[in-house]
C-alpha cells in the first residue's frame, strides 16, 4: 500500500483493539485514581524540549508515550469528583463516535453528503428541544465561546442598515448591546472580535439573587438612546458561569420587543435545563430568544468540543455569513449540490464530523436520559447546600438555582479570602476532588459546579470532609468534622 496507510494491516489493527481496551479500563476505573495530579517537571520537558521530528516515530512508541506522559496528567474533568468549572464528563458512545468521524475524516463545510444531513438533523433536534421552529438555523461549533460569537454579528447584522454594515464597516455607527455584570467573559471578547468594542458591551447590574436588574436595563438604554447611540442586541444567560443564576428572560424577551432590539440567550449550560421537567421552568422564556448559544461538551456530556448556535428567524445567519465565491458555487446535482451549506452559517469553511457524536449523544440517551443527568446534577448540588448551611464553619456565598454551589470556610483566619483561596489548591493538589475559587460578591469562594453524569452525593461528602481536614491543618483551628447523615 503506498501513501501513509499502515505496511502492516494486521499489526496496526491488534495495536488499535489494544488501545481501545485499555481506554475501555481507564474510564471503566476513572474514580479510582486521582482527579487531577500536578505534572512531573520531567514530563512537562519531555514536551517542551523535543524537537521537530525529521523522521517516522512507531505508533507503539507514540501511544507508549500518551500512555505514560498524557493521560496520567489531564484536567480531570472525567472523575466524578471534577467540579471546578463547568466541564462535561464524556461518555463512552461519544468517544467511539470521535473514532468513527475521525475514521471517516469527513469535512462538513459543505457538499452532498450524508454528515451533513446528520448535522441538519442535530441542528433541528437542538431547535426542537429548545423550543425553537424546526426552521431555526443553526450550526455546530467549537463552543459557546464562538456561538456568542456568530450571535453577536447575527444581530449586528440584523439590524437597519446591517447589509451596509457588512461590506462597509461600522462608519461611525455605534452599536450598543446590553448583558448583566454576571454574563460570561466570552461576550466582551465577542464584542472585540466584532469591531464593536468591548465599551459597546454595556454591563448591567444585578440583583441580590445574581439576575439582571430590569430598571436599570431600562435606564442604560434610554440613557444611550438619548445620547445618539444604536442599542441592537440584549443578552440573557440562562445559567451563569459562577453561580448558576438565570437572567429574566420572560421580561428581557418584552423589553427587547419593546425596544427593537435582538434577544440573544447565552444558555452555555443552562439552556439543557429544558430537558428536565423539574428545572425546566426556571429557564423558561429562552424559546422566546432571536439565538442561543449552548454547549454540547457541558451538560449534555458529548465529548469536547460541540457548541451550538441556533438562530430563530430563516435566513438571518445566512445574511451574516454567506459569500459567493465563483469557486465555491453550488451546483443543482452531483457533489458540490446540497446548499446552503454550513460554511454559509458560521466563520468555518473546513469543519469537522463534531455532529456524529452529539447524534450518538441526544439519540444515545434521549431526552429523558439527559433530562436526568439535569435533575441528578442539581440534586447533588442541593445535597451539598444542605451540608454547607447545617455546618457552624461553613458559609454559603449565592442561593443555588441549579447545579452551582459558592460557598467558603468562614472561620479560622484573619483573611479568609486568602484562606479559601489557599483551601482550593490544597484540594486540588491533594487528588480527593478539584473544585475552583471564584469572588462572589467581594468574598473568594470555593465553587463547585456538578456538571458531571458520574458525580453523586457520596462525592460531595467526599470533598467535604477532606476540605475540613484541609482547614484544620491550615488553621490550627478545631474545624468540625461533617454531622452524622443530613436527614433524607
Ligand atoms: C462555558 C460557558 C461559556 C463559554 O463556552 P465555551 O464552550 O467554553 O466556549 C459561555 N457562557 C457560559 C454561561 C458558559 O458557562
Not at 427593537?260 to 422566546?288: I, K, Q
Request: proline share 5%.
Amino acid at each position: 500500500m503506498a501513501g501513509l496507510d499502515p505496511k502492516n494491516w494486521d499489526e496496526m489493527r491488534a495495536l488499535g483493539h489494544q488501545m481501545l481496551d485499555d481506554m475501555f479500563d481507564n474510564l471503566e476505573h476513572v474514580a479510582e485514581g486521582p482527579v487531577w495530579q500536578p505534572m512531573p517537571d520531567a514530563v512537562r520537558q519531555g514536551f517542551a524540549k523535543q524537537p521537530l521530528p525529521q523522521t517516522g516515530t512507531a505508533l507503539p512508541d507514540l501511544y507508549g508515550q500518551f500512555t505514560q506522559s498524557v493521560l496520567p496528567y489531564a484536567v480531570g474533568n472525567r472523575h466524578p469528583r471534577f467540579m471546578g468549572w463547568v466541564h462535561g464528563g464524556g461518555t463512552v458512545q461519544g468517544m467511539l463516535a470521535e473514532m468513527l468521524a475521525a475514521g471517516l475524516n469527513a469535512n462538513l463545510g459543505g457538499r452532498d453528503h450524508a454528515p451533513v444531513e446528520v448535522e441538519r438533523m442535530v441542528i433541528r433536534w437542538a431547535a426542537t428541544m429548545l423550543g425553537f421552529p424546526e426552521t431555526a438555523t443553526g450550526v455546530l461549533v467549537t463552543g459557546s465561546s464562538l456561538a456568542n460569537f456568530i450571535a453577536v454579528l447575527t444581530a449586528s447584522r440584523a439590524v437597519k442598515k446591517g447589509l451596509t454594515l457588512r461590506a462597509e464597516g461600522l462608519h461611525g455607527r455605534k452599536l450598543v448591546g446590553y448583558a448583566a455584570q454576571t454574563a460570561h467573559g466570552c461576550l466582551a471578547r465577542a464584542f472585540d472580535m466584532a469591531g464593536l468594542g468591548t465599551d459597546a458591551l454595556r454591563r448591567v447590574p444585578v440583583d441580590a439573587a445574581f439576575k439582571m436588574d430590569m430598571a436599570a436595563l431600562r435606564t442604560q438604554v434610554d440613557a444611550d438612546l438619548a445620547a445618539g447611540l444604536e442599542p441592537f442586541l440584549v443578552v440573557g444567560t440562562a445559567g451563569t458561569v459562577d453561580t448558576g443564576s438565570v437572567d429574566p428572560l420572560p421580561e428581557l424577551a418584552a423589553f427587547a420587543q419593546a425596544y427593537g432590539l435582538w434577544f440573544h440567550v447565552d444558555g452555555a449550560f443552562g439552556a439543557l435545563a429544558r430537558l428536565s421537567s423539574t428545572y425546566a421552568p426556571l429557564v423558561a422564556g429562552l424559546e422566546l430568544a432571536d439565538s442561543i448559544a449552548l454547549d454540547f461538551h457541558k451538560w449534555a456530556q458529548t465529548p469536547y468540543d460541540a457548541g451550538c448556535v441556533l438562530v430563530r428567524e430563516e435566513g438571518k445567519q445566512a445574511a451574516t455569513f454567506a459569500q459567493s465565491l465563483a469557486y465555491l458555487s453550488r451546483e443543482d446535482r452531483g457533489t458540490a449540490a446540497g446548499a446552503p451549506w454550513f460554511c454559509d452559517l458560521g466563520p468555518d469553511l473546513s469543519r469537522g464530523f463534531r455532529a456524529l457524536k452529539v447524534w450518538f449523544t441526544l439519540a444515545g440517551f434521549g431526552v429523558e436520559g439527559l433530562g436526568s443527568v439535569v435533575d441528578g446534577c442539581c440534586r447533588v448540588a442541593r445535597h451539598l447546600a444542605g451540608r454547607v448551611e447545617a455546618h457552624p464553619d461553613l458559609e454559603m456565598l449565592a442561593p443555588v438555582t441549579l447545579n452551582i454551589v459558592c460557598f467558603r470556610v468562614s472561620v479560622g483566619a484573619d483573611n479568609l479570602d486568602a484562606l479559601n483561596g489557599e483551601l482550593v489548591k490544597d484540594m486540588q493538589e491533594s487528588g480527593v476532588a478539584v473544585p475552583s475559587a471564584t469572588v462572589v460578591q467581594g468574598k473568594r469562594a470555593v465553587r463547585v459546579a456538578v456538571v458531571n453524569h458520574r458525580t453523586t452525593e457520596q462525592d460531595m461528602d467526599i470533598m467535604l470532609e477532606s476540605l475540613l481536614a484541609l482547614a484544620a491543618k491550615r488553621t490550627n483551628l478545631d474545624v468540625s468534622a461533617l454531622a452524622d447523615p443530613l436527614p433524607a
